[in-house]
């Protein structure tokens, strides 16, 4: 099964604080994302990346920064961390062919004081 | 650009009793997927079941079946006999057909919050 791996299960940071959350896949998948869940909210897209050093926004990018150095590694950053980014970032990973769908990391719950 | 309604924020349902989540959702393409996810307490997000919109045959994975409407734009689950271990948020999403680029995005409801009492 393919694994995807969040390095962190909880964080909390101070505001103004650079903060790296970070997301590896054990397959070889080109596909990556960053979510954020919050409440009454669902899932909503930060970034993703189609391929190595390739990186598009999605709905909400504002505040944060990706990069994917490595095809396996897809890491989320917020460059100065501010309360409203309290949440929990979930990283996926995508399937393609014929068994399309996503795998999903167990999620970074990231506290902003 | 699509989206994903998910109308009930909260159900509930008793062990072995059958109960029924809705997902509508709006677009204009033709070919995409539509996928079922579970996220129990414990944060990992699981995969239900996933329907192509070509296929007019619902999908089936064992007690969770789908009611697929491509007219209507509906999409609900069905589950049967249903476990505590069912006690969830389940989330509905829309994916266009295609792979790389923006085409694997997936687009999320907002969820529904599962209860299955004892």
């Known amino acids: 099964d393919v694994k995807v791996t969040q390095s962190s299960r909880y964080l909390v940071k101070r505001t103004g604080e650079k903060v790296f959350l970070e997301c590896v896949q054990d397959m070889d998948h080109e596909n990556m994302f960053w979510y954020r869940q919050d409440p009454g909210l669902g899932l909503r897209l930060i970034y993703f990346?189609?391929?190595?050093?390739?990186?598009e926004k999605g709905d909400i990018p504002e505040g944060y920064s990706v990069s994917r150095e490595k095809k396996e590694r897809f890491s989320l950053i917020l460059e100065s961390a501010s309360t409203n980014q309290t949440s929990m970032y979930l990283c996926a990973s995508l399937l393609g062919g014929l068994d399309y769908g996503y795998t999903f990391g167990s999620g970074t719950r990231l506290t902003v004081v | 650009a699509q989206t994903v309604t998910q109308s009930q924020p909260e159900m509930s349902v008793q062990e072995a009793e059958t109960v029924t989540l809705s997902c509508t959702y709006d677009t204009s393409e033709n070919n995409y997927y539509l996928f079922w996810y579970k996220q129990p307490p414990s944060r990992q997000m699981i995969l239900v079941i996933r329907?192509?919109?070509?296929?007019?045959q619902n999908a089936t994975e064992n007690r969770f079946s789908v009611n697929f409407q491509k007219a209507a734009k509906s999409f609900s689950l069905k589950i049967s006999d249903s476990q505590l271990g069912d006690t969830a948020m389940y989330f509905c999403?829309?994916?266009?057909?295609?792979?790389?680029?923006?085409?694997?995005?997936?687009?999320f409801g907002k969820g529904t919050k599962l209860s299955v009492k004892p």
């Open positions: 990346s189609y391929d190595v050093k390739m990186k």
């Open positions: 329907q192509e919109a070509y296929k007019q």
């Open positions: 999403a829309f994916m266009k057909h295609g792979y790389g680029g923006s085409q694997g995005n997936l687009i």
